[in-house]
């Protein structure tokens, strides 16, 4: 009897991941396999995936958390981390014009942070001192009604970067696995833009 009982409260526990793995991965979804940075081509050894969904219907968090649910060789995804040139040139050699879709990445600005350019940090804590703003377009700009995370440019095939608002819409991520391991829930200190009457429209306009 005790082992019927175990084998339920088994069965019930995969029944449960099964359904998480479902809500988190959406049907359609596009993914590539990952790509190692190799320590021989003087890279980080890291690994790296181009994840394209479905549409643009995912937030920045709904991406932190789907790169966070994912591994590989056994370790957990974060939203990629871009902390030099040599990074920024091996992810473009990669992925090229497709990172200009609406790709996020793992940037954020801090709560009560200077705009358009200050408090920006990446998820994994590693020091900020590179980036690629698209400077064609004066990015950082904190358009609208606040843009604190980070995404590809979508302006051109250069693999520059825009600040983009939190609760904006993408199309997919760059994950990168290896050396962190971040926490599971959307950072609590990302300044995601405070509700007003016209924020329900905003949002809608930007899907
Ligand atoms: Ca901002
Ligand atoms: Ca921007």
């Known amino acids: 009897m005790k082992r019927e ?3 339920k409260s088994l069965f019930g526990r ?3 991941v099964l359904l ?3 809500v988190l991965v959406p049907v359609g979804a596009g993914y590539a396999n990952p790509i190692q940075w190799t320590q021989e081509a003087g890279g980080n050894g890291h690994w790296y995936d181009l994840v394209q969904l479905d549409g643009r219907s995912y937030d920045w968090c709904y991406l932190y958390t789907l790169a966070r649910s994912l591994t590989h060789e056994s370790m957990p995804g974060y939203l990629t981390t871009i902390t030099s040139e040599a990074e920024q040139s091996w992810l473009f050699a990669q992925y090229g014009c497709e990172l200009s879709g609406y790709i996020a990445m793992g940037a954020y600005q801090l709560i009560g942070s200077s705009e358009p350019d200050g408090g920006w940090v990446w998820t994994t804590g590693e020091a900020w001192d590179h980036a690629n703003w698209d400077p064609g377009h004066s990015e950082p ?3 609208g009604y606040g843009e604190n995370v980070g995404m590809f440019s979508i302006f051109g095939c250069d693999g520059e970067w ?5 609760y904006c819409h993408m199309a997919g991520c760059v994950i990168e696995y290896g050396g962190h391991n971040v926490a599971t829930a959307c950072p609590d200190d990302l300044w995601i833009p405070t509700e ?6 905003i949002k809608k306009a930007y899907r």
């Open 5 to 7: 009982n175990g084998a």
């Open 141 to 143: 700009n904190n358009s």
């Open 196 to 201: 007003d009457s016209s924020w329900g429209a």
């Open 20 to 22: 998480v793995i479902s």
């Open 162 to 166: 825009n600040d983009y608002c939190p």
């Open 14 to 16: 995969v029944i449960r």
